[in-house]
């Protein structure tokens, strides 16, 4: 399953870096990317665990930068 996630006060291109290494240090992603100028997150996962995988990005985001949010 791939899907888009919009983000919220993402605050710099170095931050969208971290998060998207992070992500796709996330055991079941297959492809990610973080995108600071249209402000969105692409995850590609198997559909079994992509609920898991989302969860566990949204904490990756949380560590990088506390105040950007995801749109579930």
């Known amino acids: 399953m791939k899907k888009k996630f919009k983000l ?9 870096a971290k998060m998207e290494e992070a992500v796709k240090k996330i055991d079941g ?3 990610a ?9 692409m995850i590609e996962a198997d559909d079994e665990i992509f609920d898991k995988v989302v969860d566990e990005a949204v904490k ?3 560590k990088v930068e506390p ?3 995801v749109v579930l």
């Open 67 to 69: 105040d950007c949010k």
């Open 60 to 62: 990756c985001i949380a």
């Open 33 to 41: 990317s973080v995108s600071f100028m249209t402000q969105k997150m």
């Open 8 to 16: 919220i006060d993402l605050d710099c291109a170095n931050c969208a």
């Open 29 to 31: 992603v297959t492809d």
